[in-house]
């Protein structure tokens, strides 16, 4: 099993930044696609930025481009998303992912318990 525990979640004013931060146990072929969703309420679970380790590839959810960033600390054993420019609309739960690569390029599998991310205007 995969255990996987976010941290870094909190309020912030609108235009703000915060970083979320995952810690990946153990760490083996299963955590080769890492990733952050994120649920709204009331929404569902969307995703949201997805790194995959063997192509150094990310990617991210449209409304999410030039404004977060996905990067992973292997000698750490952690995934950090960096997220600039906070809009109210980003105001979630978000959830570390990893797992298999999907079809629309996030990962499943494996779910953390989630961090909530306040976005006020």
């Known amino acids: 099993q995969v255990q996987l525990r976010e941290s870094g979640g909190g309020s912030v004013q609108a235009g703000g930044s915060l970083r979320l931060s995952c810690a990946a146990s153990p760490i083996t072929s299963k955590t080769s696609c890492m990733g952050w969703f994120r649920q709204a309420p009331g929404k569902e679970r969307e995703g949201v930025a997805s790194?995959?380790?063997?192509?150094?590839?990310?990617n991210y959810a449209d409304s999410v481009k030039g404004r977060f960033t996905i990067s992973r600390d292997y000698a750490k054993n952690t995934l950090s998303l960096q997220m600039n420019s906070l809009k109210p609309e980003d105001t979630a739960m978000y959830y570390c992912a990893a797992g298999y690569r999907g079809s629309d390029s996030y990962c499943y599998g494996y779910w953390g318990q989630g961090t909530q991310v306040i976005v006020s205007s």
């Open positions: 790194i995959l380790v063997s192509i150094s590839s990310s």
